[in-house]
């Protein structure tokens, strides 16, 4: 059973950090990509950060760049996201979200129940 287990959301100020974890089970974690994308209410959900396999090489938002950073222990299968000068914009679910391709076709694709971060005074 294929599960991603999201953590360490909350409220924070801004100008805080805040490090969100995805626990990943049932699939070959060293295979997939790994992604975080968050949606704030009224808003799509967009792509925050991504993580190749292998942990190479790494892509984000130009909303969040310099500010977050994404990380994995594939060894632990998790992925992080540490997030830091945070913005009251950032307020949204954030999403962990595994995807493999082969070949440019997605063979697997799956996705957590979200973690609510909100930043407010």
């Known amino acids: 059973q294929v599960q991603l287990v999201e953590s360490g959301g909350g409220l924070v100020q801004p100008g805080g950090s805040l490090r969100l974890s995805c626990a990943a089970s049932?699939?070959?974690?060293?295979?997939?990509?790994m992604n975080w994308y968050r949606q704030a209410p009224g808003k799509e959900r967009e792509l925050v950060a991504r993580?190749?396999?292998?942990?190479?090489?790494?892509n984000y938002a130009d909303s969040v760049k310099g500010r977050f950073t994404i990380s994995r222990d594939n060894a632990k299968n998790t992925v992080y996201l540490q997030m830091n000068s945070l913005k009251p914009e950032d307020t949204a679910v954030y999403y962990c979200n595994a995807l493999e391709l082969r070949t440019g076709v997605i063979i697997g694709n799956y996705w957590g129940q979200g973690t609510q971060v909100t930043v407010s005074s």
């Open positions: 049932g699939f070959t974690f060293s295979r997939y990509i």
């Open positions: 993580i190749t396999s292998t942990g190479g090489s790494t």
